[in-house]
Antibody, heavy 118, light 111 residues
Framework: EVHLVESGGDLVQPGGSLKLSCEAS????????MAWVRQSPGTGLECLAL????????YYPDSMQGRFTISRDNTKNSLYLQMNNLRADDTAVYYC???????????WGQGTLVTVSS | DIVMTQTPLSLSVTPGQPASISCKSS???????????LHWFLQRPGQPPHLLIS???SRFSGVPDRFTGSGSGTDFTLRISRVEAEDAAIYYC????????FGQGTKVEIK
């Protein structure tokens, strides 16, 4: 069974940094693209970053402005999201998801909460 | 950037009645490989989203056949033939051709 577990969410001050992790199990992690998706309180879903199976290609929406960096370690079956210069509007639940192909997010973690506040 | 527009944003449905959600994209989602990368997700309160339908009309594993996806190009529809209580959720369409972009979501309430 596919299992994704996010961790690293915390309360952080504006301007601070945080690194989220997603540990994968139940499938051959190195064969799949992965994604980070967030959901701000009471709002919809936003895809933040994609990474291909070997980590050589990374994709972000223009709106991220280079503050977030996705990475992975296939030896540890782990996905990461480095977030810098955090703002109040980055407060959200952050999910990792397996991207089977072209956005077919067939498995999601339970999410980790990031709160940006002074 | 691709914009995904869902309508309505909410609807209230009597059990046993049908429901329909529209999703329109600002650009065609038809890839040169002939496939259209438009997917539907469902999110119940307090839960992560989960995949409902992929590539316009393919039901994901375990999804009841009362859920049907259709459409092409820029216009897509999710239909529930006979709504059940467990269908109360927020439904999102998402395009996978140009990065990944979700619609705003449609909240389905059961009367």
């Amino acid at each position: 069974e596919v299992h994704l577990v996010e961790s690293g969410g915390d309360l952080v001050q504006p301007g601070g940094s945080l690194k989220l992790s997603c540990e994968a199990s139940g499938f051959t992690f190195s064969q799949y693209w992965m994604a980070w998706v967030r959901q701000s309180p009471g709002t919809g879903l936003e895809c933040l970053a994609l990474i291909n199976s070997d980590g050589s290609d990374k994709y972000y929406p223009d709106s991220m402005q280079g503050r977030f960096t996705i990475s992975r370690d296939n030896t540890k079956n782990s996905l990461y999201l480095q977030m810098n210069n955090l703002r109040a509007d980055d407060t959200a639940v952050y999910y990792c998801a397996r991207d089977v192909k072209w956005g077919m997010f067939d498995s999601w973690g339970q999410g980790t909460l990031v709160t940006v506040s002074s | 950037d691709i914009v995904m527009t869902q309508t309505p944003l909410s609807l209230s449905v009597t059990p046993g009645q049908p429901a329909s959600i529209s999703c329109k994209s600002s650009q065609s989602l038809l890839h040169s490989d002939g496939r259209t990368y438009l997917h539907w997700f469902l999110q119940r309160p307090g839960q992560p989203p989960h995949l409902l339908i992929s590539e316009v009309s393919s039901r994901f594993s375990g999804v009841p056949d009362r859920f049907t996806g259709s459409g092409s190009g820029t216009d897509f529809t999710l239909r529930i033939s006979r709504v059940e209580a467990e269908d109360a959720a927020i439904y999102y369409c998402m395009q996978g051709l140009f990065f990944r972009t979700f619609g705003q979501g449609t909240k389905v309430e059961i009367k």
